[in-house]
């Protein structure tokens, strides 16, 4: 049975009413125990969100298809260039930290992955990867609707999940709990006049008093009170995780490794979440393909690379599976800017120490097309299934409504 | 007016709406012109005396090529305005229409965009989607300029359909593909919007059932009268000045307006803000104020005039880049306003305001004056003053409670009966507008 978070808040809104305002704080989260991770603790995923739609086929090149060359004139990859994967296909150029890993047995590569009657619309197909629901709009993510089965929250702990963006994607909306986001953590904390230092603590505590008990019937009133209340008390903890965990590890600059890097810092910190999301955005490449998708998958690898070494550092690479998808992928025929149109089936990348590393499912064809676009081969939620059930230990039918095949890379 | 609730109760509820909040002074003279008056002059801006405004921009000595004096010009003209509702509605077309610098990057080329929303920020939304078609940055920003004869590029004549007008679900994927054609060898020059007749697609297409030699003005005429563009907009508007959930017979409303006055967009705005559901208790402090309704809504409130060279960078972590929407779509409001940072961003703000620029309340320089000059002589007095003033009360009994009791104690936390000095009584009336600051009616507009 699900409740829906308004009903869920009401209910512990009306609580309070019969608390006093100090029991009533109990309500609210424990401060998080600061302790460093040991390895073996739980399954943790990734989600890597490369925003867009990033082109498949410069990806993961068919580097061995005759069509590939013939549709994309000034945009195919040389066979000499890309870096193979098999004798059919081979990673972009670019993606040498990828490549070394996939060598080692760490990648899995799922081709063709999409779903039925796909949206060439970016806002709708997202929310359909986001939620798993193609047939209608649904208001929780798939990892939202995980997070309401495994009951993450008990104990108060308010990191059931993080959120490395400024703005929680769907994927993590949940009926029972809201996801923290924290972009940028230096700038994550309750701050108060530095001439009266004497009288924060007296501030801070008015704020809790106030947040623990602030009772309206405005209709936002209970999602305000949830994100100060949380977000005052994820600050400490996370300035704490971030001073102490330094890492030399160099990850590639700009938001997108910075992010990583900050999860890496929350995983050996002891932040007891089992699930991350980031975003690396600017995939929707209509005109000038190469150039700006080329420096996108230099960042993905090089993330992707230093994140697995930092784990490996710390003797967590177990602990960790990684995740990268895309809302699809793009027209076979490149247009006439050196760019491409919108299109549909993608491959996805699964990475880790757990991973069985290879190429799984078949390519889709390249001649024999759907309007111009590729024909999906692998339904995406059998990757969700396959990642839930045999990485998270959860009953993915709960999460997706039915059974799917599982792909066994993991 | 409505619900008992008195006329000054209800021009600021349309003024943190149709503008950014009101200082003391504005709201004076809104009230002296009363509801009605207040809409009227707020929807005919040309009737407005904005010179004070232009003079002082002037003195600025902005740079119209830089992108971040961009974005300070236009918080300037948000701050400063006599004509709220023109920005207001700037900011919507900017919100619909979203084009990015990250991609465009070039200022200037925004700068023509956003003068060019201002222009018919309340005008008639054939213009307006004609003329944001032609827009240079626009067509950086949607790839046109690529879009040519045989080798058509999508992307113009997809979000034109799926984010302008019709909205998902309201067209095939053949009427992008045709539509697209329509719009090929729409070019931009530095000099402005080029005509490209070689590379146009002469060729007979069919859009939404309309068949013919159609160009981009044949696709604009077509999109900008279907039904589905009437509840499109309708309900866009509707979300964007009253409330997130709007219901069908309100749309209906709306949307007809849109059609019966052939998409005169300062009778839809009008019909919103005089419509019953507009002043009821259910649109009252119901939705999250945008970051740029909470930075100069709260400036303009403790009447601060210096505005800080990286208000832009504090919207931003807000989760509202200027001139840097996250896409095309546009920031999606309401509750994705709201998460664990930009809450934290929020309180920053708040402190900010009450440790450095709180001096500049225009009245008083100090804690005592304005104590002395309100005559708020109890802790009580004092918290309903701000509460007044920053919440329109809008708190449960047990945060006033709480309020008074932060108040009525010591820098170290123990309660007193006097404040014991005026360092005490500073510390404390800071502290109290941060918090009230960091309440989550503060947050509602």
Redesign the interface.
């Known amino acids: 049975m699900s409740i829906s978070r308004r009903t869920f808040l009401q209910g512990l809104g009306l609580m309070s009413v019969y608390l006093s305002a100090p029991e009533a704080l109990l309500l609210s989260a424990k401060a998080a125990e600061y302790a460093p991770r040991t390895a073996g603790k739980s399954k943790i995923l990734v989600l890597v969100q490369m925003s867009g739609g990033n082109d498949g086929l410069n990806t993961v090149v068919p580097y061995n298809n005759g069509a590939y060359y013939q549709l994309r004139p000034t945009l195919a990859i040389e066979p000499d260039k890309v870096l193979p994967l098999d004798r059919e296909i081979g990673l972009n150029p670019n993606m040498i930290g990828l490549h070394e890993l996939f060598k080692n047995g760490k990648v899995a590569v799922v081709q063709g992955v999409g779903y039925p009657n796909p949206s060439r619309s970016h806002f709708r197909s997202i929310e359909i990867w986001q939620t798993a629901q193609p047939d209608k709009i649904v208001e929780t993510g798939w990892l939202g609707r995980y997070l309401d089965c495994a009951d993450c929250t008990k104990n108060g702990n308010i990191f059931a999940a993080v959120n490395v963006e400024p703005t929680l994607p769907k994927t993590l909306q949940s009926n029972k709990i809201m996801v923290p986001s924290v972009s940028n953590v230096f700038d994550f904390k309750f701050r108060t006049d530095p001439r009266y230092l004497q009288d924060r603590e007296t501030q801070v505590r008015a704020f809790e008093d106030i947040y623990g008990t602030f009772q309206s019937k405005r209709p936002n009133a209970e999602l305000l009170r949830n994100a100060g209340l949380e977000a005052n008390k994820a600050s400490d903890y996370l300035q704490k995780i971030v001073r102490e965990y330094q890492s030399e590890i160099k990850y590639p600059d700009g938001s997108f490794g910075n992010g990583l890097k900050f999860i890496s810092q929350m995983i050996s910190g002891g932040v007891d979440s089992r699930i991350f999301t980031v975003n690396l955005d600017g995939f929707d490449t209509h005109t000038n393909q190469a150039n700006g998708q080329n420096k996108l998958l230099k960042q993905f690898s090089e993330g992707v690379a230093a994140f697995y070494k930092d784990l490996e550092r710390n003797n967590l690479q177990d602990d960790v599976v990684l995740f990268g998808f895309s809302e699809f992928g793009r027209r076979v025929v490149e247009n006439n800017g050196r760019g491409t149109d919108h299109g549909t089936a993608a491959p996805v990348y699964v990475i880790g120490s757990k991973v069985k590393g290879g190429v799984y499912g078949e390519h889709p064809s390249m001649t024999a097309l759907d309007d111009g676009d590729l024909k999906y081969k692998m339904d995406f939620r059998c990757v969700y299934a396959t990642l839930l059930d045999r990485w998270m230990g959860a009953d993915s039918r709960e999460i997706l409504g039915q059974r799917y095949e599982y792909i066994p890379f993991v | 007016m409505t619900g008992g609730k008195s006329d000054v109760f209800w021009i600021n509820h349309l003024l943190r709406r149709a503008g950014f909040g009101v200082t003391p002074r504005e709201l004076k003279r809104y009230v002296a012109l009363g509801y009605d008056g207040t809409v009227n002059e707020l929807l005919n801006p040309e009737n407005v005396d904005n010179m004070q405004l232009e003079e002082s921009i002037k003195q600025q000595d902005f740079d119209y090529t830089a992108i971040n004096d961009l974005k300070r010009w236009w918080i300037y003209r948000m701050a400063f305005t006599r004509c709220p509702l023109e920005e207001k509605m700037t900011l919507f077309w900017h919100g619909h229409f979203a084009t990015s610098d990250r991609k465009v990057n070039n200022a200037y080329a925004m700068y023509g965009q956003n003068m060019l929303f201002r222009k018919h920020a309340l005008g008639n939304f054939h213009e307006i989607l004609y003329n944001a078609s032609k827009d240079p940055a626009m067509i950086l920003w949607?790839?046109n300029?690529?879009?040519?004869k045989?080798?058509?590029?999508?992307?113009y004549a997809?979000e034109i359909m799926?984010l302008f007008t019709l909205g998902?679900g309201n067209y095939s994927?053949q009427d992008?593909k045709e539509a697209a054609r329509a719009f090929t060898g729409w070019q931009t020059l530095p000099s402005g919007f080029f005509f490209n007749q070689r590379q146009h697609d002469y060729g007979a297409k069919t859009v939404l059932g309309v068949s013919g030699n159609l160009n981009g003005d044949d696709v604009v005429a077509i999109l900008v009268k279907q039904k589905e563009t009437s509840k499109f907009l309708a309900t866009k508007l509707i979300k964007y000045f009253a409330?997130?959930d709007p219901d069908p017979a309100m749309v209906s409303r709306i949307a007809d307006v849109y059609m019966t006055s052939k998409y005169n967009m300062r009778k839809v705005v009008r019909a919103i803000l005089t419509d019953p559901a507009f002043l009821s208790e259910r649109a009252f402090?119901?939705?999250?104020k945008s970051p740029a309704e909470l930075v100069i809504g709260s400036l303009k409130t403790l009447q601060i005039r210096k505005l800080d060279g990286d208000l832009p960078m504090t919207m931003a972590?807000m989760?509202q880049d200027l001139l840097m929407p996250?896409?095309?779509?546009g920031w999606?409001g309401g509750?994705?306003w709201?998460?664990?940072?930009?809450?934290?961003?929020r309180?920053?703000f708040a402190?900010?305001v009450?440790?450095t620029k709180f001096s500049e309340m225009s009245k008083f320089s100090s804690a005592q004056e304005i104590v002395d000059n309100q005559g708020l002589t109890s802790a009580g007095k004092l918290v309903d003053y701000f509460l007044d003033l920053l919440v329109d009360a809008?708190?449960?009994a047990?945060?006033r409670a709480?309020?008074v009791?932060?108040v009525s104690?010591d820098?170290?936390?123990k309660p007193v009966s006097n404040i014991p000095d005026e360092k005490t009584l500073d510390?404390?009336l800071?502290?109290l507008v941060?918090?009230i600051m960091?309440?989550?009616?503060y947050?509602?507009a």
């Open positions: 949607l790839d300029q690529q879009n040519r045989g080798k058509p590029n999508e992307n997809r799926e998902i994927e992008i409330f997130d402090h119901a939705k999250i972590r989760g996250p896409n095309v779509k999606d509750t994705a709201i998460a664990t940072d930009t809450m934290m961003e309180f920053n402190n900010r009450t440790t809008d708190v449960p047990s945060t709480k309020l009791s932060y104690s820098l170290s936390g510390a404390k800071r502290g941060h918090l960091t309440l989550p009616t947050q509602l």
